[in-house]
């Protein structure tokens, strides 16, 4: 496998999370700090299911999803009916204990790592799962339950008036955002074949919700771009290991100042295209 | 309004205090079918606490609100749409960064349902559904004038535009009862005379059960079949609006004594 095509896996993989997050913050405006958590559980999952229990690729990683959706509910059912801020320290809270339990477990292999997943991951199985999910978080974003996100962000009184359960819509967009990730760590774990606790700390799950801030919290096309962007950047920088953090530092900044909404804004990629096909509205 | 038209909604005993504020203090109202009922009263009077009651974004503390035959006294904020009530508010509550038709489609969440595999999936179903959602709602938007913006930004819309949107809104959900509060605030008089006229067509087509608060009482008086007058959470006398406009209380408390 070539360095280009491993930082294709790579940025592919991102892109597939930052979906998620996309779901999560962009449309339901929740700031999950604990999405890499999501990723390790997948990625975990997903590997012991292979390397434990002789499961093949394609059920293994379903199995990690499975596990992350499980996880979903479980932090989701006590946090959701909180303040936002609350929820955001309930999935930090979440990131810590995935990370501490991954740790001191000999099913995960502890501080060592879980060594020995096969490597199978090829571009084109992040570039199936990458578009299939892109498709998937497009027909949800335009569906009743992506307009009940948005509703919910913006006046969770007046949804509610109309009819949305908006703990509901907040346990859908977090539950299908962690099995998006759940996904993106399955395959990772088939791509490095090697996982460690530390490779999903709350610094990945910042840089997550700095690519979809990057590239326009309110668009699908702008979470892809960032996702695509700053790995490439990160991966061109990797020689530079110091400078990356001020690099991410500089662009937040300029972001901010610049374009507040992030590059995209809230516009899409071939929406009105779609809009004369299919009669869908710009949700 | 014939006395004898069945009441779609009836407000019995219904108390609610914050902290030591008695916001409405042991209130009966009932609302019967196909009537325009006027809820007025000073500020502070408990008005819209009590559209806050029956919608039920506020919790009441005892008494019982029954519509449509449903005791929703109990139910959870986003169940009551589904007895068929809607409602506007003081303020205007549209969803930002949405357009005009998007703001109509997201109030038709209960009125136009599909599981969430048919959404992921983009199933014929979904797809069928949604064409009925963008139907309705384009007519309804026709209904009030509001067809052409149907693709601007909801927030982009005049003021008066925005206030028709919100009613609009409410009127796709299909409901039986409806609640108005404050629809004329902030309009000027040509505004409020279509607001009027609207109000009063949309009441025949769709068969609908009005609760309306205003300020502005030239609108009460022209829309209103019968008018409950209130002052400090509780109802201070009811009736037609030539019977409350003589009543020496209501002079008194709210109109001026002279």
């Given at each position: ?25 962009g449309l ?110 497009r027909n949800f974003k335009l569906s009743r339950y992506g307009r009940a996100c948005i509703s919910?962000d913006t006046d969770?009184?007046a949804a509610?008036?109309y ?53 326009g919290l309110k668009s699908q096309t702008g ?38 909404s992030g590059?995209f804004g809230k516009w899409e990629l071939g929406l009105p295209w779609l809009k004369k096909r299919g009669g869908e509205g710009n949700a | ?91 205007i509550h549209l969803f930002q960064g949405m357009s005009v038709l998007d703001n109509m489609k997201a109030a038709c969440h209960?009125s136009g ?6 959404a992921?999936?983009n199933?014929?179903?979904k797809v069928k559904v949604e064409r009925g959602i963008e139907k309705s709602c384009m007519e309804m938007l026709a209904f009030f004038g509001l067809d052409k913006d149907a693709n601007k930004d909801a927030k982009s819309l005049p003021y008066g535009r925005q206030k028709l949107l919100e009613i609009a809104k409410a009127l796709v959900t ?20 279509q607001?009027?006229?609207l ?60």
């Amino acid at each position: 496998m070539s360095f280009y095509e491993g930082v294709l896996i790579l940025a592919g993989i991102v892109v597939i999370v930052t979906q998620g997050v996309f779901v999560l913050t962009g449309l339901t405006g929740l700031f999950s700090l604990g999405q890499a958590a999501f990723v390790a559980v997948g990625a975990y999952t997903s590997g012991i299911a292979n390397m434990r229990f002789g499961l093949g690729f394609v059920p293994s990683i379903l199995v990690g999803m499975t596990a992350s959706l499980i996880a979903s509910f479980i932090v989701g059912a006590p946090s959701l009916r909180l303040k936002r801020t609350y929820f955001s320290l309930a999935t930090i809270a979440f990131g810590y204990g995935v990370e501490s339990i991954i740790t001191v477990s000999s099913w995960t292999g502890g501080s060592i790592g879980l060594i020995g997943v096969p490597n199978i991951t090829r571009f084109w199985h992040v570039a199936v799962a990458g578009i299939l999910v892109i498709w998937l978080v497009r027909n949800f974003k335009l569906s009743r339950y992506g307009r009940a996100c948005i509703s919910v962000d913006t006046d969770e009184t007046a949804a509610q008036v109309y009819g949305v359960n908006s703990f509901w819509t907040k346990q859908i967009a977090f539950s299908l955002a962690a099995m998006i990730a759940g996904l993106a760590g399955g395959l990772f774990a088939f791509y490095l074949g090697y996982l460690s606790p530390d490779m999903f700390g709350i610094a990945l799950s910042t840089e997550y919700l700095i690519m979809v801030f990057f590239g326009g919290l309110k668009s699908q096309t702008g979470a892809v771009f960032g996702a695509v962007i700053l790995t490439a950047l990160m991966e061109a920088l990797r020689t530079a290991a110091e400078w990356r953090i001020i690099i991410y530092c500089l662009i937040i900044l300029i972001t901010i100042l610049f374009r507040p909404s992030g590059v995209f804004g809230k516009w899409e990629l071939g929406l009105p295209w779609l809009k004369k096909r299919g009669g869908e509205g710009n949700a | 309004m014939p006395e004898t038209m069945a009441s779609v909604l009836t407000i019995k005993e219904v108390n609610k205090s914050f902290g030591g504020l008695k916001a409405v203090d042991t209130l009966s109202i009932e609302l019967k079918q196909g009537e325009i009922l006027g809820l007025i009263g000073p500020n502070g009077a408990g008005k819209t606490t009590v559209l806050n009651l029956i919608s039920r974004v506020t919790a009441c503390d005892c008494g019982s609100i029954v519509l449509e035959g449903h005791d929703v006294g109990r139910c959870r904020p986003y169940e009551v749409s589904d007895y068929g009530l809607a409602r506007t508010f003081q303020e205007i509550h549209l969803f930002q960064g949405m357009s005009v038709l998007d703001n109509m489609k997201a109030a038709c969440h209960l009125s136009g349902r599909y599981s969430l595999l048919d959404a992921l999936f983009n199933t014929p179903k979904k797809v069928k559904v949604e064409r009925g959602i963008e139907k309705s709602c384009m007519e309804m938007l026709a209904f009030f004038g509001l067809d052409k913006d149907a693709n601007k930004d909801a927030k982009s819309l005049p003021y008066g535009r925005q206030k028709l949107l919100e009613i609009a809104k409410a009127l796709v959900t299909e409901p039986k009862v409806l609640l108005l509060d404050e629809p004329a605030a902030g309009l000027n008089d040509e505004e409020t005379q279509q607001l009027l006229t609207l109000v009063k067509k949309a009441k025949e087509r769709f068969e609908l059960s009005i609760i309306v608060i205003e300020h502005t009482m030239d609108f009460i008086a022209n829309i209103s079949d019968r008018i409950v007058v209130m002052n400090f959470g509780s109802k201070l006398c009811e009736g037609t609006w030539a019977d409350v406009r003589c009543n020496p209380e209501v002079l008194k408390c709210y109109l001026g004594e002279d």
